[in-house]
């Protein structure tokens, strides 16, 4: 036994030397030549120039690109005041936190335009001023380079806006003066005035309602100074226009004659937004260049452009692992040196849990074919899907008054169905067809209208999708409940069949649904566009009711990863062998292996959303409903391997899983910058975000939550609240009763709709985080 020991500390001891070693070696390689200043005295310093107190010292930097650096440095990074000049003629002068701008500084471009106030991990974030090279200067409140929160614009033209902006548009409200005096004060939506608010001009007129994309849009009165107003519904179009003049005693008679397009025509038409300046390249895109070692002679070590380390031919062995200084990450500058594979695993065993094949390579799901089968002549469902698209044309091309948002309670009546009948031959109202004879029942025809509307759905685009040329594909599986799911040619709309409980229910909840999701526009739950039924004449009388959704994930980038998230464990991980799993397959709770991040002001939305939409589901004794998740992960090598953040080279080939586009880092500030491209960036759609990986431990089969690995991925990330039709009714009382007899009462799904909500939110908070 003593000989034993004697050996693990030996062992230990060799360990210990060659660490110390490696480090000796690490220093003398990262060490720096500094030009010492006058006021400094060098009691800190060794004879290479190289600070072994452990203290921040001034130093002096030309680094081999020719960027220059003067202030405080420590540990190999700047830390504390510092002035950074880049080639390109950028340059930071401020506070500094290792290597990364954090605190107050000023950065400034070759351009003139400038930004001074607060940094975080490299971006504008917090307070400050900035002024463009065109004159506009902003002060206010930013997040992550876009202004958000309160703020002043003043543009060079001589315009100014103050209020509220999100995401680098004006939102909320705010008052915007032209140079002519005019102003508007009022509500603000995606940097156009849009909601309630008041228009006044030089002269004294004022309109007050409702505005639409900049233009008066509803309910509103136009008033004139000497007392007369005009009251009524407003639109650009002259056939929705109508209201009622009211004139007061000192009226003139051409005021009799004054027509509201001349609002629209003449008075708004020198009343334009000024558009915001576009910045070539944002402070958390600018990297931090490598500079020469002490050793090592003519041939320092560079990084390319990804982070990776070429290393000159004087060195005897490369670096396992370099990254490139970033402002916008954690910086991490470590080596393998001459450590051997066991310490290297030492350190991964100490980093991870143990027991785990944490060491491999994450990679992609094999590609899936396209969902669906499609349904040809022939298809068992073929007349079916038939009579819906004749069904759905019928509804959506059927003319109908123009209706307000504001529907009417008579609506929402589970009586206000309307039927039609479809003979082979046609009728008055209806085209002749091939298929046999049925009947067609559109359920709340108006509220379904309404919603589309609000949903902004062209009805044309709606009808070419699911009644075009091309024929619906249906899932190859029903679902757990036994529905059949159809899928559009083009991926937007998705048809479920239902039961008639379910359409009980959402006849049941529409009225709160539909002031839900009209009061809410970033909510999560499933958009609903219309439900129907289709009921065949003759012996069978067959009734098939039907909902249609929008789908999640109709996206341009390939969906890698789908996770159907209900926050239980009994029964929820996927029984599929890992060789018939593909990028298609719903992977369930325990397939989790991720923390997904967003960025601040985003998850600050979604925990606030997410509250809102349980509290609305509980209230309406919903349960059972899931968080759908897809991930489209930014970079895969051509293996099909996941490659972390910051590792990709440019010299690598690209995937075969790579015909979708992706985001780099670069592309997401740019993307972040451009409002053009905020339009396809929405809660649950499109978020560039990242996540981390996670290992679950070995003594703990259902842990639902796995523990961090600190192993990045870019990703864009699509989710949403799904399955929202299940009330808890007696079925799923008594398999609540049933199911608490042999197992967990916590870790089942058939729970009470309030501790659903619960357990779900304390779920969804501890794997979606904020992104720090």
Known sequence: MSKECGGVVKAWEATIRKTQAAKRRANSIFGTISIAHADDDGDNNDNNGTNIAGEPYHTDKVLPNGDYYTGQWYDNFPHGQGKYLWTDGCMYVGEWYKGK?????????????????????????????????????????WVMNLKHGHGIKNYANGDWYEGEWRRGLQEGHGRYQWKNGKHYIGEWKNGTICGKGSFIWTNGNRYDGYWENGVPKGDGTYKWPDGSFYVGNWSNDPNEQN????????????????????????????????????????????????????????????????????VGV?????????????????????????????????????????????????????????????????????????????????????????????????????????????PPGGTKYTPPHQSSEFKWKDYCPLVFRTLRKLFKVDPADYMLSICGNDA???????????????????????????????????????????????AFENTLVTKFYG?????????????????????????????????????????????????????????????????????????????????????????????????LVGLHFRDVSATGDLIPSGARTPTEPESEATDAPRLSRVDTDQLLLDPSKWAS????????????????????????????????????????????????????????????????????????????????????????????
């Open 101 to 141: 701008t954090m605190g107050k500084g000023r950065f400034s471009w070759p351009s003139g335009a400038t930004y001074e106030g607060e940094f975080k991990s490299g971006y504008m974030d917090g307070t400050g001023t900035y002024t463009g090279s065109n004159g506009d200067t902003y002060r206010g409140q």
């Open 472 to 518: 619906l594909r249906e899932l190859s599986s029903p679902g757990k409940s036994g529905s059949f799911f159809y899928l559009t040619n083009d991926d937007r709309y998705m048809i479920k069949t239902m039961k008639k409980s379910e359409v009980k229910v959402l006849i049941r909840m529409l009225s709160a649904y539909y002031n839900h999701v009209r």
């Open 243 to 310: 209201g009622t003049y009211y004139p007061s005693g000192s009226s003139s008679e051409a005021s009799l004659e004054w027509d509201p397009q001349s609002v629209y025509n003449d008075d708004l038409g020198d009343c334009r937004i000024c558009p915001g300046e576009r910045v070539s390249v944002l402070p958390s895109q600018k990297k931090l260049a490598m500079w020469n070692s002490s050793k090592g002679g003519d041939n320092p070590r560079r990084m390319s452009v990804d982070g990776r380390v070429s």
């Open 314 to 422: 004087g060195l005897e062995r490369p670096y396992g692992r370099m990254h490139m200084w970033e402002s916008d990450s954690e910086v991490v500058c470590d080596s393998g040196g001459d450590l051997d594979d066991d310490l290297f695993d030492l350190s991964l065993d100490d980093r991870f849990p143990k027991g785990r094949a944490h060491g491999l390579p994450m990679r992609v799901p094999r590609a899936g074919k396209k969902q669906g089968d499609t349904i040809c002549k022939g298809h068992k469902n073929y007349e079916l899907m038939l009579n819906l698209q004749l069904g759905i044309r019928h509804s959506v091309g059927r003319p109908a008054p123009a209706a307000s948002l504001d529907l009417k309670a008579s609506a929402f009546d589970p009586k206000e169905k309307v039927w039609t009948r479809f």
């Open 681 to 772: 960036i929405r809660l649950g759609a499109n978020m560039p975000a990242r996540v981390e990986r996670t290992v679950r431990r070995n003594d703990c089969e259902l842990q639902l939550v796995g523990e961090p690995t600190g192993e990045f991925y870019d990703v864009v990330m699509f989710f949403g609240i799904i399955d929202i039709l299940q009330d808890y009714d007696i079925s799923k009382k008594l398999e609540h009763a049933y199911k608490s007899i042999q197992y967990d009462p916590t870790s089942i799904s058939a729970v009470d709709p309030k501790q659903y909500s619960k357990r779900f939110r304390d779920f969804v908070f501890k794997i979606l985080a904020e992104d720090s």
């Open 531 to 627: 439900l129907h039924c289709v009921k065949l004449t003759g012996p069978i009388q067959k009734k098939v009711r039907f909902i249609i959704m929008g789908n999640l994930f109709c996206s341009e980038y390939r969906i890698h990863r789908r996770f159907d998230l209900k926050g239980s464990s009994l029964g929820r991980i996927t029984e599929k062998p890992e060789d018939e799993i593909d990028e298609n397959t719903i992977l369930k709770d325990l397939d989790l292996n991720f923390i997904l991040k967003l960025q601040r002001s985003w998850f600050q939305e979604f925990c606030r959303q997410v509250d809102r939409d349980c509290e609305f589901l509980e209230q309406e004794r919903i349960m059972d409903y899931s968080l």
